[in-house]
């Protein structure tokens, strides 16, 4: 997949007439989405395409790759693991083939630098005050994801790495871990609800709003996969008539609830200028998106 099919299939505009998806509210989350664009903006953003297409990788091995590499080498089902919601043999094919064209070090300096080269292209008029003090507010959170890691591999990894030296580069690390620790989080909800892989994306996509499968299916489930996880959703009284039931619908806003709860712990040390910070952030991103360096599908931006 080159630059122009990632930009067609992910970075187009959606469809106009689509009512507006049911989006939680919360500080958390609020903060989450805020920041969605800026921390994805390595996977997105063209000149971060272009340092893993240097290394002969390109959209999706590159993306397993970097978000793989700062665990270091793990074997193809520790990722599986980590990554959860993506179709097994998808993600184990993908790290295989990516660790074999790039090494590690190369990746995690792509990653870094392909990130930074987007973001400064695209808000290098933002004075370097502001990014260091949002960086510093950030940080306050960051220190508490850090501390204790215990069953989140991915901001284990993250934690691993030095920060960047450029002020875009420290903000974008600092939002990773934010997104990271929230993800291993809301996996981990999901699971001790009884949830597989798969029905993470089904719950999740009833509970948004989603066309039927849009959201799974861009995971690489099969479709009697997807079939299979939805007869099981029917016969545990969470779904029926291709909705969520009441009682679906509460296990999923309880997982929510559960994610949630986690995040504002660790947001807590921002205290009251978490609501300005998550404004600036949402400036910032809205810049990145109109610059079509992230999706500008709200779907997609409020279903992690």
């Keep these: 997949m080159d630059y122009d099919e990632l930009s ?13 998806p049911r989006i939680p509210s919360g500080a958390a989350r609020s903060l989450r989405d805020a920041a969605e664009p800026l921390a994805t903006i390595g996977f997105w953003g063209k000149p ?24 270091g080498e793990p074997t193809p089902p520790v990722v599986v693991a980590a990554f959860g919601v993506f179709e097994p043999g998808l993600v184990a094919s993908l790290y295989d083939q990516a660790r074999g064209t790039a090494s590690r070090a190369d990746v995690l300096a ?17 004075p370097t005050g502001e990014v260091e003090a949002a960086v510093a507010q950030l940080r306050r959170a960051t220190d508490v994801a850090v501390a204790d890691v215990a069953g989140r591999p991915l901001v284990a990894g993250l934690a691993s790495l030095e920060w960047p030296a450029d002020p875009w580069g ?14 291993d989080t809301h996996q981990a909800a999901n699971v001790a609800a009884g949830l597989s892989g798969v029905q993470m994306n089904l719950v999740t996509e009833y509970w948004i709003g989603w066309e039927p499968r849009a959201y799974a299916g861009t995971r690489g489930w099969a479709p009697e996969v997807m079939d299979a996880a939805d007869a099981d959703l029917r016969e545990r009284g969470w779904l029926a008539d291709g909705e969520l039931t009441a009682t679906g619908r509460a296990e999923r806003d309880r997982i929510e609830q ?33 610059a079509g360096a992230a999706p500008p599908d709200p779907y997609k931006r409020v279903s992690g």
């Excluded at 340092?51 to 390109?58: C, D, K």
């Excluded at 660790?266 to 300005?276: F, R, S």
């Design 8 to 20: 067609a299939a992910f970075l187009a505009e959606p469809s106009a007439g689509r009512p507006a």
């Design 48 to 71: 971060a395409y272009a340092a893993m297409e240097a290394l002969g990788l390109e959209f999706l091995t590159g993306y397993v790759w970097a978000r793989t590499a700062p665990m």
């Design 110 to 126: 792509a990653r870094e630098e392909g990130a930074v080269e987007s973001l400064h292209a695209i808000l290098g008029d933002v």
């Design 170 to 183: 420290r903000l974008w690390h600092a939002l990773n871990i934010l997104r990271e620790y929230r993800g």
């Design 258 to 290: 559960v994610t949630d709860e986690a995040m504002d712990r660790v947001l807590a040390p921002i205290g009251d200028d978490v609501g300005a910070l998550t404004r600036q952030l949402y400036g910032w991103s809205n810049r990145v998106v109109a």
